[in-house]
Nanobody, 121 residues
């Protein structure tokens, strides 16, 4: 069992940066593929980025490639999403997920509760 808790969301101006964190509990997190998803109001949840347990492989959605960076610190059971050059269309609730059965988009077994990111123009 893995429990996930996101933090770091907030309000930022377009062009700014935010770093999201996801604290994980559970013995299997360090070996699990982990990912970030987001859901904007009125839209379906969409994949953002994924990272293997070893951090050897990463995968990004085209919309965030070159602007977002996913990383993890398995010693601390943490997952991160560094977001740069933010745009208003990045506004969404961001979720971390772990335990994929299919690389990279899942489905995933474990989910956090989400953290709100709002980008003002």
């Amino acid at each position: 069992q893995v429990q996930l808790v996101e933090s770091g969301g907030g309000l930022v101006q377009a062009g700014g940066s935010l770093r999201l964190s996801c604290a994980a509990s559970g013995r299997t997190f360090s070996t699990s593929t982990a990912a970030w998803f987001r859901q904007a109001p009125g839209k379906e949840r969409e994949f953002v980025a994924a990272l293997t347990g070893s951090s050897i492989s990463t995968y990004y959605a085209d919309l965030v490639k070159g602007r977002f960076t996913i990383s993890r610190d398995n010693a601390k059971n943490m997952l991160y999403l560094e977001m740069n050059s933010l745009k208003p269309e990045d506004t969404a609730v961001y979720y971390c997920a772990a335990g994929s059965r299919t690389w990279p988009r899942g489905p995933y077994d474990y989910w956090g509760q989400g953290t709100q990111v709002t980008v003002s123009s």
